[in-house]
């Protein structure tokens, strides 16, 4: 399965304009529908519908048809119905003036203080714009569905690329876990030679009051404990351990965000106990870059489904 984000956008309408035949032309004069989603992140799914009048009874079927293709996101759904007047403006024809004044003048006798016909009255009558087509429920189906599998595309799109920028900085961090793992044990023999020396020199002042073998004894164990105390052997196999996990799971795609989200806590853990035993300052480097790295990992993975 493909990885999702839960950014994106896509629209759709009835009519869309392009064509230029005179019978399209008539087409476009009529009310037109547009749709629009918008989708960012978010923990949950979170849908937002901002419907006109006419439309809020559709909103029940607009949400079974969004819940069924989306799992997490804050998610827009904008749709409105556009007049045939602004689409093109019509010539209404002398029969048509002549009814309207008609009608007006007889609605006036009745009701003097009704005002006049605007121009813009007079357009959208003659144009047959009445937003109350009928029952758009099957075109607002039609586009928002139309408009859900752009939407759909445009997130695999993005989830695409934010798998490539995981998977590199994969390669990245198991680089720098290739760079500590020898560091430790070169540290380890380093600081059991140099305690050795210590003691040495400590039992040269002393004249000898202390037995050599009780002197070694303490300086191997002053070495284990310094050893013990950084050992980042564990911490870097815990982390080469998420690190398969995380690898597993942009292959596998779907729904991830949320197991990954909790994966790059556990990176975030393991980067900071290497660090706070960190005893060289190559090791302190190495930690540096891991979190950095890790810091960036957890910024793309807020945007996957």
Known sequence: MPVYSMTGYASGQTNPAGSHSEADAKAHAAPRLGVEIRSVNSRFLDLTFKLPEELRQHEPAL??????????????????????????????????????????????????????????????????????????????????????????????????????????HLTQLRALAAQALPLVPQLVEQQRTRFLERWQEAMGLSGGATPPEAA?????????????RIDVAEELTRLNSHLDEIERLVKKGGEIGKRLDFLIQELHREANTLGSKSATLELTRIGVDMKVLIEQMREQVQNIE
Do not use: C, Y
């Open 63 to 168: 949400r079974e048809l969004l819940t069924a293709k989306l799992k997490r996101g804050k998610v827009e759904v904008r749709a409105a119905i556009e007049s045939g007047a602004a689409a093109g403006v019509g010539d209404p024809s002398t029969k048509l003036l002549q009814r309207l004044n008609a009608v007006q003048d007889h609605i006036k006798a009745w009701l003097p203080s009704a005002r006049d016909l605007s121009v813009a009255d007079v357009l959208r009558l003659a144009s047959g714009d009445t937003t109350a087509k009928g029952d758009w429920g099957p075109d607002l189906t039609e586009v928002t569905a139309k408009a859900l599998k752009d939407l759909l595309s445009a997130r695999e799109r993005e989830g695409t690329r934010l798998a490539r920028m995981l998977q590199d």
């Open 216 to 228: 070694q004894d303490r300086a191997l164990t002053e070495a284990t404990a310094f050893a013990i």
